[in-house]
């Protein structure tokens, strides 16, 4: 069974300051990694999709990257502003697709 | 382009009552997702539908939940009787295709309160 970690549970920084968000997962036999932003009340928005054979995504101020071989994907979101403040998530598929695995989520808070 | 729709935003409802969820995907989008999201935690898989048939329940309840997706367009999740645990917010997703190579787009989901 697919296990997906996200480390740290929180995250309190200043405005400007550049971040980086960890996920690992446990089974590297994974079509894709996805990260999703949650604002309180709200449904998940995708961020990034990054499929298994590419080793990062780009989009404005967020990168994400894939290591599959040691089991890791960090967010890293530059130049942090308040509008990033949520929680961030990130899941995996597992072969057939049928199964996505979330992560507990990393909860950001920027302070201005 | 509009989003997946869910109603209702909120539900409040006493232990061993029933509650309905009701959801919308995006038009075109072959596969529905719903998750049960505990407070604190990421959200878990009920059921996956291709269409109108069903690909993945092996994480639903089933002796209390229940789901359709008739005409493979609109869906409805069941919750009869509730249980205190069953407290969590319900999210619909929808992508294009199940083979998890398509992302998910999601809906702001169904906040349920069992008293």
């Known amino acids: 069974k697919q296990e997906v970690t996200q480390i740290p549970a929180a995250l309190s920084v200043p405005e400007g300051e550049n971040l980086v968000l960890n996920c690992s997962f446990t089974d590297s036999a994974i079509y894709n990694l996805q990260w999703f932003r949650q604002d309180p009340g709200k449904g998940l928005t995708s961020l990034l999709l990054i499929q298994s054979s590419q080793r990062e995504q780009t989009s404005g101020r967020l990168n994400a990257s894939l290591d599959k071989s040691s089991g890791r994907s960090t967010l890293y979101i530059a130049a942090s502003q308040p509008g990033d403040s949520a929680t961030y998530l990130c899941a995996v598929p597992l072969p057939g697709g049928n199964q996505f695995y979330f992560g507990t989520g990393t909860s950001l808070t920027v302070i201005p | ?115």
């Open chain 2, 1 to 115: 382009e509009a989003g997946v729709a869910q109603s209702p935003r909120y539900k409040i409802i006493e232990k061993r009552q029933s509650v309905a969820f009701w959801c919308n995907p995006i038009s075109g989008h072959a596969t529905l997702y719903w998750y049960q999201q505990i407070l604190g935690q990421g959200p878990k898989l009920l059921i996956q539908f291709q269409n109108n048939g069903v690909v993945d329940d092996s994480q639903l309840p089933k002796d209390r939940f229940s789901a359709e997706r008739l005409k493979g367009v609109d869906s409805t999740l069941k919750i009869q009787p509730a249980k205190l645990e069953d407290s969590a917010v319900y999210l619909c997703a929808s992508s294009l295709g199940g083979e998890g190579n398509q992302p998910q787009h999601f809906g702001d989901g169904t906040r349920l309160s069992i008293l």
